[in-house]
């Protein structure tokens, strides 16, 4: 059974730019967060889509979007980027949406690097 | 809001130890405890899963306790090898409020031979 698969693993940007990241969820799994991992902040909840409606949301600017396709992927996108975007992206899945919440299962992350 | 708090940061030991992760949080409404493994640069890999209905969990050499009132879980790791190198993270579940986890800063652990 195939795990998270998180594309790209590795992107470069210019501050100003916009990124698209994308997560493929485990067969059969149809919520899917996201987080963001710093060294300073460490990991931070971004946003949570359940048949695709958000149904989380975390403490983050406008500029960080997401959403969620029929077949459970997902896409965040972020607009007008600044150094401090600048983490390692990961994506979680797992079998149910709110309220309840379940085991959860990440991927290898993607890593953006703004320079 | 819930704060998750991990205590020690880092630590190191000799192989073959028992030892004793620590993971405190400030909000008992939580649905469940998850206890992660992260080796640099990669993603997360899930070691156990505590509901809180639960008081323990067990895996191989790995076993997670979870007191929901007084807000701890302790992840125990028994003969430490080398390879259980890696920074452990333990993060918290809401109840009833989707799969929004709130994580602690982790722990550090190297195994020396």
């Known amino acids: 059974k195939a795990g998270v698969t998180q594309t790209p693993r590795y992107l470069i940007k210019t501050r100003g730019q916009q990124v698209t990241l994308s997560c493929s969820p485990i067969s059969g799994h149809r919520s899917v967060s996201w987080y963001q991992q710093t060294p300073g902040q460490g990991l931070q909840f971004l946003f949570e889509?359940?048949?695709?409606?958000?149904?989380n949301k975390g403490n983050f600017p406008g500029r960080f979007s997401g959403r969620q396709f029929s077949n459970s992927r997902s896409e965040m996108n972020v607009s007008t980027l600044e150094l401090g975007d600048s983490a390692l992206y990961l994506c979680?899945?797992?079998?149910?949406?709110?309220?309840?919440?379940?085991?959860?299962?990440f991927g290898q992350g993607t890593r953006l690097t703004v320079v | 809001k819930q704060e998750v708090t991990q205590i020690p940061a880092a630590l190191s030991v000799p192989e073959g130890e028992n030892l004793v992760l620590n993971c405190s949080f400030t909000d008992s409404a939580i649905y469940n405890l998850q206890w992660f493994r992260q080796d640099p640069g990669k993603g997360l890999t899930s070691l156990l899963l505590?509901?809180?209905?639960?008081r323990e969990q067990t895996s191989g050499r790995l076993n997670a306790s979870l007191d929901k009132s007084s807000g701890r879980s302790t992840l125990y790791i028994a003969a430490s090898q080398p390879g259980d190198s890696a920074t452990y993270l333990c993060?918290?579940?809401?109840?009833?409020?989707?799969?929004?986890?709130?994580f602690g800063g982790g722990t550090r652990l190297m195994v020396k031979p």
């Open positions: 505590i509901q809180s209905s639960q």
């Open positions: 979680a899945s797992s079998t149910m949406g709110h309220p309840k919440n379940t085991e959860a299962f």
């Open positions: 889509y359940f048949s695709e409606t958000q149904r």
């Open positions: 993060a918290v579940g809401p109840y009833n409020a989707g799969n929004m986890l709130t």
